[in-house]
């Protein structure tokens, strides 16, 4: 679990969440309220969404509560990691945010997946290959 993963306010800017996602080479973000509660989350695509509707209907570019997910689904802390990853692939989801009484407290990527994957697959010592 990533202990603490890149956030942003629900009443932050588009573009504000754009910046966060390439200075953190990540593909999303947990949005939090001011009580450190999760209430969304947000991809590139949802970026990307939000910057087209802003150009077609020619109007500024909004903010992250106008094109985040609401429809969450969360881990908690002791969860078996394989049924998290199994319904990560089912709901084709790349993030699991992790919650604790509503609040955000980490988050399961695919990448980090596959790194502890990787890790625990590949012995220590390459003579062993």
């Known amino acids: 679990m990533i202990d603490n993963p890149v956030e942003i306010s629900k009443d932050a ?4 969440a754009v910046h966060l996602i390439l200075v953190n ?3 999303g973000l947990c949005v939090v309220d001011d009580d450190h509660k999760l209430v969304g989350v947000l991809s590139e695509l949802d970026c990307l969404d939000g910057i087209l509707k802003a150009s077609y209907n020619d109007s500024g570019i909004g903010k ?3 094109v985040m997910s609401t429809d969450l689904v ?6 078996d990691i394989v049924d998290v990853a199994s ?3 089912k709901t084709n989801s ?3 945010p992790v919650v604790e009484n509503g609040k955000l407290i980490g988050q399961i990527t695919c990448r980090q997946l596959l790194r502890a994957v990787k890790e625990f697959s590949v012995p220590k010592d390459k003579r062993e290959y």
């Not at 800017?13 to 504000?16: A, H, K, Q, S």
């Not at 969360?74 to 969860?79: I, K, L, N, W």
């Open 87 to 89: 319904d990560m692939l």
């Open 94 to 96: 790349r993030r699991r």
């Open 74 to 79: 969360v881990a908690s802390q002791g969860e």
């Open 13 to 16: 800017g588009i573009m504000e």
């Open 25 to 27: 080479k990540i593909s």
């Open 64 to 66: 992250v509560e106008d």
